[in-house]
T-cell receptor
Framework: SQTIHQWPATLVQPVGSPLSLECTVE??????LYWYRQAAGRGLQLLFY??????ISSEVPQNLSASRPQDRQFILSSKKLLLSDSGFYLC????????????FGQGTRLTVV | AQTVTQSQPEMSVQEAETVTLSCTYD???????LFWYKQPPSRQMILVIR??????QNATENRFSVNFQKAAKSFSLKISDSQLGDTAMYFC????????????FGAGTRLTVKP
């Protein structure tokens, strides 16, 4: 069966520090991968999606970047965090062009102080 | 780009009663999927129900059913016999049925089931 792992679950980082959140998927190949951010009490904002290794589409120009170094690995990064980067980050996958739903990781609560 | 709108930020319902959550969307696609996801306090996203746009029959999953009006681009969720465990954020979502390179969510509706 397919599983998705996202870590860490909680992170407190100072302003100006770097960020690296990792997401891996098991049990499937060539998934579509997504990073979403959920601000407090708000909906899910699509940040990045990837349809293959090295292929990243950005939805919102901002302080964050994403990379897909391996087929089932998706990384969200920042060189210098801002206070506004605080939020709940969710990684998700769907099974490529014919996928019929998205499956989500447990999420990372990021607090920038 | 597709947009999804949920116009009810918060709703409440008495236990055992029925509640309907609204969702509208905008797309030029003819084939797509619509979803309702539930996010309980644990923050884990749970798929509640899925509707394929080419199917005229409304999807049902036990106490959960949808009213899908393709021409009106409306996709509401009805929860029957509400239970305390239904308390959660509910998100409506849209995904193209081919080359689904993104999945769009509405702002969510916070549902509280009262005892």
């Amino acid at each position: 069966s397919q599983t998705i792992h996202q870590w860490p679950a909680t992170l407190v980082q100072p302003v100006g520090s770097p960020l690296s959140l990792e997401c891996t998927v098991e049990g499937t190949s060539n998934p579509n991968l997504y990073w979403y951010r959920q601000a407090a009490g708000r909906g899910l904002q699509l940040l990045f999606y990837s349809v293959g290794i090295g292929q990243i589409s950005s939805e919102v120009p901002q302080n964050l970047s994403a990379s897909r170094p391996q087929d089932r690995q998706f990384i969200l990064s920042s060189k210098k965090l801002l206070l506004s980067d605080s939020g709940f980050y969710l990684c998700a996958w769907s099974s490529g062009p014919s996928g019929t739903e998205a499956f989500f990781g447990q999420g990372t609560r990021l607090t920038v102080v | 780009a597709q947009t999804v709108t949920q116009s009810q930020p918060e709703m409440s319902v008495q236990e055992a009663e029925t509640v309907t959550l609204s969702c509208t969307y905008d797309t030029s696609e003819s084939n797509y999927y619509l979803f309702w996801y539930k996010q309980p306090p644990s923050r884990q996203m749970i798929l509640v129900i899925r509707q394929e746009a080419y199917k005229q029959q409304n999807a049902t999953e036990n106490r959960f059913s949808v009213n899908f009006q393709k021409a009106a681009k409306s996709f509401s969720l009805k929860i029957s016999d509400s239970q305390l465990g239904d308390t959660a954020m509910y998100f409506c979502a849209f995904m193209k049925s081919y080359n689904n390179n993104d999945m769009r969510f509405g702002a969510g509706t916070r549902l509280t089931v009262k005892p």
